[in-house]
């Protein structure tokens, strides 16, 4: 199945955005160490949970594509099936 140019994008970024999330909780740790352990590793979880939830929401973009592309299609039928009907003269029947 192809991809048209929108899934291909979010994809990249999905991709992306977990790349840094690894990279950046990493590098929080690692510098923000030097003022102690605690206050480091509360640091690299607020910078982790704020991470997952831009990736949770390039998910979401992704997920409300998929809900309009089926929407879309559901509308189509439900057109072609309105139009037969009204062809054969069922389209006063309610």
């Known amino acids: 199945m192809q991809k048209d ?4 994008i979010i994809g990249f970024l999905q991709g992306a955005s977990w790349a840094i999330v ?4 990493y590098f929080t740790f690692r510098f923000s160490f030097s003022f102690g352990l605690s206050f480091s590793l509360f640091l690299t979880i607020t910078y ?16 409300n594509r998929s809900r309009l592309l089926e929407a ?6 439900l057109e072609e099936i309105a139009l037969q009907r009204s062809a054969k003269g069922l389209g006063k029947e309610v």
């Not at 140019?5 to 291909?8: A, S, T």
């Not at 879309?72 to 039928?77: A, G, N, R, Y």
Request: aromatic letters at 16%; hydrophobic letters at 55%; zero cysteines.
């Open 5 to 8: 140019k929108y899934d291909r």
């Open 72 to 77: 879309k299609k559901q509308t189509k039928i």
């Open 22 to 25: 690894l990279f950046g909780a």
């Open 48 to 63: 982790i949970f704020i991470s997952l939830f831009l990736v949770l929401l390039l998910d979401s973009f992704s997920v």
